[in-house]
């Protein structure tokens, strides 16, 4: 596309009036900055205490789920085997009391699923309860091992907590509840939760149930089911709170509960506001205002940089502008090279397909001069015709093969059906005379039906073959033609025992007019391979060579499993429709 000078110099401009307009944009930007980090400074207080708390908050949660943890795993190994031990029609209670014994429990009791006591071991409460209504048995009767409230036992008084755990027997659900001793879980709660605070001197933890009273502590100085010694706490638990700050004895203080899944328990942590809020407090406020200062420095100093960086990207801006034209340029130079080349490939199958008839004029007149006046001239002479003929057949031979690999690229792909086996039987057939004179023994495989354009396919397995029988030193040549399947389509082969390829020149085969041997030794154009290759690439596949086992060369090629069918290429001008023929 031509633009003009104006044009040009004004997409030029463009870039320098957006750079210059960055300095005073970032200017401004920078201000805004400022006043939003002054802002920052108000609220980072705020911000501040709110992480402080969630941290807080967290640490409870993770205490609470660990700790509900442990019991699940617990109830999961016991469930297991209790459908097995107190699923029949008939419970022992002498089995189950004596699982009571050597779990160090204070009672057992099996429930089915109305709530009824199929068995229980003697100091088992049972009289004058409705299971089906305490909270406990009712969520385990919906599938879910339970903790209990802390309870007095009915025959002693001792705290007791109720573990109510699921289990399936053939006739319907069922619940086995044991009555754990709270002094036992008292210790083993609060051993593990004392871990929870952070250190502080002024923490608390504690695991409280739904009323308020105490199921574990590291405070030796209370026992299972006493209330929280902290009243401020106690009454803010009572409320229903979840989390906040309270009066408590020495001060104002922080709390947070989270509950224990598996129960109605809580884990509770507290502290004072002192300790848990001190890192943002006291001297540790003017911190923030002295980064506020260095950033403040700091914008001062870009902004001078900036200005500098400016000018630097004017120039480079000019350069990529004067690299955009360059670009340009090349696409139109690649563009003019493309049509060129569509030109040149037009040209060539003209000038060979109209050379063709008057060659073939000169090469009649030349033999039949030869032939009428063979031996009326001098040896010097039949000598001479005979050059002649020699070179009009090359030049011929040439022609040919230029038109062939002209359709190759001009005529449109045909794509269809094939059956591989026929269209090797017909390139076969159009090399009988060569095959008989050469004594040469054809093997083929089994072959498949694939989608491609028979003649171009057919002119490849020519070409091949050809060249199998054509180079060998063998008095009976074997040439083998065989296929495989791949993920993507076939790969054809074509092996034959002939003189082989050098390494060196495996490239160099498949190039046009490109021969290894002199002309008096092998006959040829050196076109051939070209064709192949061009045949392969517009079925959307490749060719390449390589040693055949035993000496001599195997030449492999793919056809896809689904060919595009092509328009021909270079469109312009007349199109070659002739089929292709067999260069013997």
Same mark, same amino acid.
């Given at each position: ?10 997409d ?5 009036d957006?750079l ?7 200017a ?6 400022l ?15 709110a992480?402080?708390e969630? =941290?807080?908050?967290?640490r409870?949660?993770v ?6 943890a442990?019991?699940?795993v617990?109830?999961?190994q ?17 089995r ?10 204070a ?28 909270a ?13 409230d ?13 573990w109510?755990l699921?289990?399936?027997?053939p006739?319907?659900?069922r619940?086995?509840?044991n009555?754990?001793?709270a ?9 593990y939760?004392?871990e929870?605070p952070?250190?502080r ?6 695991v409280?149930?739904?009323r ?20 401020g706490l ?6 229903g709170?979840?989390?906040?700050s309270y009066?408590g004895?020495?001060?104002e ?7 224990v899944?598996?129960?109605? &328990?809580?884990?509770v942590l507290?502290?004072?506001d002192s ?13 923030? &205002?002295?980064?506020?200062a ?15 960086v400016?000018h630097?990207a ?16 090349l ?5 003019e090279?493309s049509?060129?080349n ?7 199958y003209v000038?060979?397909?109209?050379l063709?008839?008057?060659?073939r ?16 001239l ?5 000598e ?7 070179g ?6 040439l022609?040919?093969?230029l038109?062939?690999?002209s359709?190759v690229?001009?005529a ?7 059956d591989t086996?026929k ?8 090399l009988?005379s ?6 040469a023994e054809?093997?083929?495989g ?9 003649g171009?396919?057919?002119?490849l397995?020519?070409?091949l ?20 399947s791949?993920d993507?389509?076939?790969?054809f ?18 190039k ?6 002199a =002309? ?13 290759r ?25 056809i896809p499993?689904?060919?595009?069918r092509q328009?021909?290429?270079g469109a312009t001008?007349?199109v070659?429709?002739?089929p292709l023929?067999?260069?013997?």
């Amino acid at each position: 596309m031509f633009r003009s000078p104006r044009t040009a110099a004004r997409d030029r401009t463009a870039p320098d009036d957006r750079l210059r307009a960055i300095v005073p944009v970032a200017a401004v930007l920078i201000l805004v900055l400022l006043g939003l980090f002054a802002y920052e400074l108000a609220d980072s207080q705020r911000q501040a205490r709110a992480d402080i708390e969630r =941290r807080f908050s967290d640490r409870a949660a993770v205490t609470a789920s660990l700790s509900g943890a442990l019991f699940q795993v617990a109830a999961q190994q016991t469930q297991q085997d209790m459908a097995k031990r107190f699923g029949g029609p008939r419970v022992s209670v002498a089995r189950l009391a004596d699982e009571v014994r050597r779990g160090n429990q204070a009672y057992a009791m099996i429930l089915d699923g109305d709530g009824r006591v199929l068995a229980a071991t003697r100091k088992a409460p049972t009289a004058g309860r409705t299971f089906r209504r305490e909270a406990h048995v009712r969520q385990a009767l919906e599938g879910e091992a339970i903790l209990s409230d802390v309870s007095r036992g009915a025959d002693t008084g001792a705290p007791v907590i109720e573990w109510a755990l699921p289990f399936r027997a053939p006739s319907g659900p069922r619940v086995r509840v044991n009555g754990l001793s709270a002094p036992l879980i008292f210790a083993f709660v609060g051993g593990y939760i004392g871990e929870a605070p952070s250190g502080r001197s002024g923490d608390s933890a504690a695991v409280v149930d739904s009323r308020g009273r105490l199921v574990g502590s590291p405070n030796p100085d209370v026992n299972p089911g006493d209330q929280l010694s902290d009243r401020g706490l106690r009454a803010a638990i009572a409320a229903g709170r979840q989390s906040g700050s309270y009066d408590g004895e020495g001060g104002e203080r922080h709390f947070v509960s989270s509950p224990v899944p598996g129960s109605a &328990w809580r884990v509770v942590l507290s502290a004072a506001d002192s300790e848990l809020f001190a890192s943002v407090s006291g001297s540790r406020r003017t911190v923030p &205002w002295l980064i506020f200062a260095a950033f403040a420095l700091s914008g001062i100093v870009a902004l001078v940089l900036l200005r500098r960086v400016v000018h630097g990207a004017r120039d480079l801006a000019a350069a990529n502008a004067e690299l955009a034209q360059s670009n340009a340029a090349l696409e139109r130079q690649s563009a003019e090279l493309s049509r060129s080349n569509a030109d040149l490939e037009q040209f060539a199958y003209v000038t060979s397909h109209d050379l063709a008839e008057p060659l073939r004029q000169v090469s009649g007149f030349v033999q039949l001069l030869g032939e009428r006046y063979k031996g009326q001239l001098d040896e010097q002479a039949d000598e001479f015709i005979a050059f002649t003929v020699d070179g009009v057949a090359r030049m011929r031979r040439l022609i040919d093969d230029l038109l062939a690999f002209s359709r190759v690229g001009k005529a449109e792909l045909k794509v269809e059906l094939v059956d591989t086996s026929k269209v090797v039987e017909g390139a076969l057939g159009a090399l009988a005379s060569r095959i008989e004179a050469s004594h040469a023994e054809i093997e083929v495989g089994e072959l498949p039906t694939i989608e491609a354009d028979a003649g171009q396919l057919g002119q490849l397995f020519l070409n091949l073959v050809a060249n199998a029988l054509k180079f060998t030193d063998k008095d009976t040549p074997h040439v083998r033609i065989s296929a495989a399947s791949q993920d993507d389509g076939w790969v054809f082969t074509v092996t034959d025992d002939g003189i082989g390829v050098d390494e060196r020149h495996v490239e160099k085969i498949f190039k046009m007019f490109q021969r290894l041997h002199a =002309r008096d030794e092998y006959e040829g154009t050196g076109i051939g391979l070209a064709i192949c290759r061009a045949i392969a690439e517009r079925h959307g596949g490749r060719i390449w060579h390589t040693p055949a086992p035993g000496g001599g060369s195997a030449f492999h090629f793919t056809i896809p499993a689904t060919v595009r069918r092509q328009a021909p290429r270079g469109a312009t001008g007349r199109v070659a429709t002739a089929p292709l023929s067999a260069d013997e």
